[in-house]
C-alpha cells in the first residue's frame, strides 16, 4: 500500500488528519475503541455507584442497563460505519453499475444483492440509481435486486441489531434480507416485465453512460471520508438510539417478559405475521428509528420472525418510495414488486417462527 | 461568472450542498448563478446515478452526497 506522500494542493484548507501518517492514527484510535469496549461493565458498574444506585433495585438494573447498552451500541456503530465508510470510499455506483452491465439472472441477482450492502445507497436517489442501471444493460430483475438489499440491508440496521441482540438475529437479518432482495429480484425478472417501464426511460440512449469520472484518491482522503460518514450517520441516528435503549431499559427493568406473547409471540394467531407486515407498509422510517421499537417487541416477547417481518416491511416496502419510483415504472410493475417483496417477507416471518 | 447546478430530487442532502455552495462562493467572493435541477429525466440526463450531483459550467465536477467543503472551495 502506498503512502501519499505529497499534500493535495486542493484541500490544504482542510486538514483534519496529519495526510502523511493515518495509520498511526488509525491504530491509536483501534486500540482505544478495544479498551471501552472491553471495559464496558466496569463503565457501567462505576456510573451506577457514582449515582447510588442498587443493580438489585428495578431502577438500578434498567439504568444500569442503559450506562451498560449506549456506550455498547454507540461504539459497534462507529465502528461499523467508518469500516463501511472506507468500503464505500472503493464502491461507487457507477462501479457498481459497470459490474453489473449485463449479468444474467440468477447469478446476476445474487452479486446485485451482495453489492446492494456495500454500494452507498440514499433511497432519495433510487430513482437516478434506477435509471442509470437499466440504460446500462443491467437487466431488470437484477437492478431490483440491487434496490431490495441496499436500503433493506444496510450496515446501521446490521450494527444495531448487532449490538442489541447479538450475532445470530444480525446473520438471520443478514441472510433473510439477501434472500428477500435475491428471489423477489429473480421472480420479477422471470415475469418478463420490462414494458412497464415507462417509456421515457426506455427511450433514453443506451449510451446515457457516466461522464463523470471518480477521480483517484488517496488512503488519507479514504480515511477522512469514512469520518465525515462516522459524523455525518452517528450524528444523526444517536437520538432514536438513546430513545430505543431507554425505552428497552424500562422494559428490562420492569414490564413483564411475556407481555406480548399473546398477540405477537410464537402461540399467536397464525395472522399476526401478515399483519406486522400490513402495518410496516405506510409506515416509513430508517433503521435507526425501527431498530428500537423492535426492541421493545422481543422485549416483551413477540416472535423474532414476526418482527424481523415488521422490521423489513417498514425499511423495504414504503408508499413514499413507491410514489417516487411511479415516475420510472407503471403501477403493474410497481404492485408486483410490493407484492413480491412482501410475499418474500411473510415467507421469512412464518419459516423463522417455525424453526426457532 | 460561474454557472452552479445542484442535481437532486429536493433531498436534505440536495439542500445542505446547495446552501454550502451558496457559503463558499460568497466567502471566496465569486459570483455564481446557482440553479437547482429538480427534474428527474434532466437529472438522468447528466448521466448522475447518485444525487446529490453538481455540474459546474456544464461539467459534473461532484455526485453523491454532500461534498466535502474542500472540494467546493477548490471548484471556485
Given amino acids: 500500500m502506498r503512502f501519499p506522500m505529497t499534500i493535495n494542493v486542493t484541500s490544504d484548507h482542510l486538514p483534519v488528519l496529519p495526510r502523511s501518517a493515518p495509520w498511526v492514527w488509525l491504530i491509536l484510535a483501534l486500540v ?3 479498551g471501552a469496549y472491553w471495559n464496558l461493565t466496569a463503565f457501567a458498574d462505576a456510573l451506577l455507584s457514582v449515582i447510588g444506585l442498587d443493580r438489585t433495585t428495578h431502577l438500578g438494573e434498567a439504568v444500569h442497563f442503559f450506562f451498560y447498552d449506549t456506550p455498547k451500541v454507540l461504539l459497534l456503530l462507529t465502528l461499523i460505519v467508518f469500516v463501511m465508510g472506507i468500503v464505500h470510499t472503493f464502491v ?4 457498481t ?18 453489492l446492494g450492502i456495500v454500494t452507498p445507497f ?11 442501471f437499466l440504460s446500462a444493460g443491467v437487466p431488470l430483475g437484477v437492478t431490483f435486486s440491487f434496490l431490495i438489499a441496499a436500503p433493506m440491508v444496510n450496515e446501521v440496521a446490521l450494527a444495531l441489531l448487532f449490538g442489541m441482540f447479538g450475532w445470530k438475529v444480525a446473520g438471520l437479518y443478514l441472510a433473510m434480507g439477501l434472500s428477500v432482495a435475491i428471489v423477489s429480484g429473480v421472480v420479477i425478472g422471470k415475469l418478463g416485465m420490462e414494458r412497464y417501464v415507462e417509456d421515457w426511460v426506455r427511450a433514453l440512449q443506451k449510451s446515457t453512460g457516466s461522464e463523470f469520472q471518480t477521480e483517484r484518491i488517496t488512503w488519507a482522503e479514504r480515511v477522512e471520508s469514512a469520518i465525515a460518514q462516522v459524523r455525518d450517520i452517528v450524528g444523526k441516528v444517536w437520538p432514536y438510539i438513546l430513545a430505543g435503549i431507554a425505552l428497552g431499559a424500562g422494559i428490562h427493568g420492569y414490564v413483564p417478559e411475556d407481555f406480548m406473547v399473546s398477540i405477537m409471540g410464537n402461540d399467536a394467531p397464525w395472522w399476526s405475521v401478515p399483519a406486522a407486515v400490513l402495518i410496516g407498509v405506510p409506515m416509513y422510517s430508517n433503521a435507526a428509528g425501527i431498530v428500537p ?3 421493545a417487541l422481543i422485549g416483551k416477547g413477540a416472535a423474532l420472525g414476526t418482527v424481523l417481518a415488521f422490521m423489513m416491511s417498514v425499511i423495504a416496502l414504503s408508499l413514499p418510495e413507491m410514489i417516487i419510483l411511479r415516475k ?3 403501477l403493474p410493475l410497481i404492485a408486483t414488486f410490493a407484492g413480491v417483496v412482501a410475499v418474500g417477507i411473510l415467507l421469512v416471518g412464518y419459516v423463522f417462527n417455525a424453526v426457532l | ?16 450542498t446547495a446552501k454550502l455552495i451558496g457559503e463558499v462562493a460568497s466567502a471566496k467572493g465569486v459570483q455564481i448563478e446557482l440553479e437547482k435541477v429538480e427534474d428527474m429525466q434532466a437529472i438522468v440526463n447528466w ?27 477548490s471548484w471556485f
Fill in chain 1, 32 to 34: 482505544l475503541w478495544i
Fill in chain 1, 92 to 95: 461507487s455506483p457507477e462501479r
Fill in chain 1, 97 to 114: 453499475r459497470a459490474m453489473l452491465s449485463g449479468r444474467r439472472l440468477g447469478a446476476g441477482n445474487v452479486f446485485a444483492a451482495t
Fill in chain 1, 122 to 132: 440514499c433511497s432519495c436517489s433510487a430513482v437516478p440509481l434506477f435509471i442509470g
Fill in chain 1, 293 to 295: 421499537v423492535v426492541e
Fill in chain 1, 328 to 330: 420510472v415504472l407503471k
Fill in chain 2, 1 to 16: 461568472m460561474k454557472n452552479v447546478k445542484v442535481l437532486g430530487s429536493g433531498c436534505s442532502n440536495c439542500k445542505s
Fill in chain 2, 47 to 73: 448521466g448522475i446515478m447518485s444525487t446529490p450531483g453538481v455540474v459546474v459550467d456544464g461539467k459534473v465536477v461532484h455526485a453523491g452526497g454532500v461534498p466535502a467543503r474542500a472540494k467546493v472551495e
